[in-house]
């Protein structure tokens, strides 16, 4: 099981908060954005006498309530084609091992978001990596390398829309592209796309759910974690329309009982929160992309694409190795007794050896606190021992 890029470094953090070092923590998705009001007074409100086990599928009244959500986003489905999951990351879990048998491959552009590594270790399934280049801004690889990628073995693609951790807002064309595949080799695809409502630039955001013609092959995730900045809550989703899939997902919701029943109340308030919530967090996220990617562009060596969605930017640095200059930022460096803990992009790869020049920055914290720690990135690149320029 692979140590998690996003998490692996925090005792060096630790440390250096101990020598009276300020951190700013861009390594991690956690927005600092006020959760709704809605869900927090759902919980100071609730009014039972015991906290019971919900269905395995989730609370049927959250189900209904999501249908609503999604169908505002031109996806029509029903309760029952959902199974609740302890964040998204259950619900992929159950998808790989429901669709995938040990031995079996799925592919994955990368950089993407390290957890699908895991998901895939733990049901005894090979990622077969197809790389996405910065020179493009991460957009999706020709079809020629997911025919070269395909084998016998392969039983589905996986894509991040927008992506974690490039923040690259995958097109309707490029969309098509994965169901002409998917279609063609009777492949499953799954989805994660759980910043759906984090586009920019007046971008639009295509669910794979409205790819006609595939409809029994499309796993869908989701999650409350970004959406309204509730990460604790650990509530996610699998959508789909294939029966038969989800008669076999049960079976692993089942094994684990339930979902969290706190989380789905929260949940359940959440999907009544009004438009313009997002209105004003889109706006305010978009203005932080805007600092990030500006300072970025104006170091040396430096190679940042301007993404159209998420909160992250996967840039190229003038450094030797990526898991080394993280580490070197919070166990050597400090600039005015600050410094800032970043992403190894190595993490967020299969490839042996690449992501070794990139790293994940999360823009996740206020203007005025990324201006500071794009000052401290700027200053560690000047000093730091394997600079590469």
Sequence with gaps: ?????????????????????KVY?????????PTPQSMIDAMHK??????????????????????????KHGIHVTPDQ??????????????????????????????????YNGFAISAGVRVKPIISNIETGF???????????????????????????????????????????VEKHDLFLFADEVYREFCYDGSSHHSVMQLQGIEDNVVLFDSVSKRYSACGIRIGVMVSRNQELMATAMKFAQARLSP??????????????????????????QQRRNTVVEALGKMEGVICPTPKGAFYV?????????????QWLLEEFSYHEHTV????????????????????ISYVLNVDDLKKAMKCLEEALKSYPGRTL
Excluded: W
């Design 260 to 285: 969290p029943s706190l989380g789905q109340i929260a949940a359940e308030a959440a999907v009544d929160t009004p438009d313009s919530y997002f209105d004003e967090v889109i706006g305010e996220y």
């Design 341 to 360: 803990m970043l992403a190894p992009s190595t993490g967020f790869y299969a490839t042996p050896g690449a992501g070794k020049s990139e790293v994940r």
């Design 46 to 71: 609730l009014d039972v006498k015991v906290i019971e086990y919900s269905h395995s599928a989730g609370i049927l009244s959250y189900r209904e309530k999501l249908c609503g959500y999604y169908a």
């Design 82 to 115: 959902m199974i609740v999951g302890a964040g998204a990351s259950e619900a992929i879990l159950f998808a790989v091992q429901s669709c995938l048998n040990p031995g079996d491959e799925i592919i994955i552009p990368e950089p993407f978001y390290a957890n």
């Design 139 to 181: 957009a999706l690889p020709p079809i020629e390398e997911f025919e070269k990628a395909i084998t016998p073995k392969t039983k589905a693609i996986m894509v991040c829309n927008p992506n974690n951790p490039t923040g690259y807002l995958y097109s309707k064309e490029e969309l098509g592209v994965l169901r002409e595949i």
């Design 314 to 326: 996967n840039p190229h640095l003038p450094i030797d190795d990526s898991d080394r200059f993280c």
């Design 25 to 33: 923590h861009l390594n991690i998705g956690q927005p600092d954005i």
């Design 1 to 21: 099981m692979p140590a998690s890029p996003i998490r692996k470094l925090v005792p060096f953090a630790e440390l250096a908060k101990k020598r009276g070092t």
